[in-house]
């Protein structure tokens, strides 16, 4: 079965960084698209960026652009969410999610249908 695994959540102050990790196992080949989103406490899910495995294109959420980075690995079937600068408004659940067709990027929790189990992200400040 379809399983991607977060990783490499944690604590961290404000203006520090951290680096997330998402292992896609079990796809019959690597999925089209590979999406982060974040859910705060009493908050909506929201797309944070979108990776396109066919030509390696990204897409951002305002909130995160020149902070964020995301990134994959082709030979460990990883995508990575790099993140500088982070601020105590990041703080949420990440998750990784991953699609195959669809709106090109898109940064819409309700196109995505495998989803992982999140890891958590906390900064203070």
């Known amino acids: 079965a379809e399983q991607l695994m977060e990783s490499g959540g944690g604590s961290v102050q404000a203006g520090g960084s951290l680096s997330l990790s998402c292992a896609a196992s079990g796809f019959t080949s690597a999925p089209e698209y590979v999406a982060w989103f974040r859910q705060a406490p009493g908050k909506q899910r929201e797309g944070v960026a979108s990776f396109y495995t066919g030509n390696g294109n990204t897409n951002y959420a305002d909130s995160v652009k020149g902070r964020f980075t995301i990134y994959r690995d082709g030979a460990k079937d990883t995508v990575y969410l790099q993140m500088h600068d982070l601020k105590s408004e990041d703080t949420a659940m990440y998750y990784c999610?991953?699609?195959?067709?669809?709106?090109?990027?898109?940064?819409?929790?309700?196109?995505?249908?495998?989803w992982g189990q999140g890891t958590q992200v906390t900064v203070s400040s």
């Open positions: 999610a991953a699609k195959v067709g669809g709106t090109y990027l898109s940064l819409r929790k309700h196109e995505y249908k495998y």
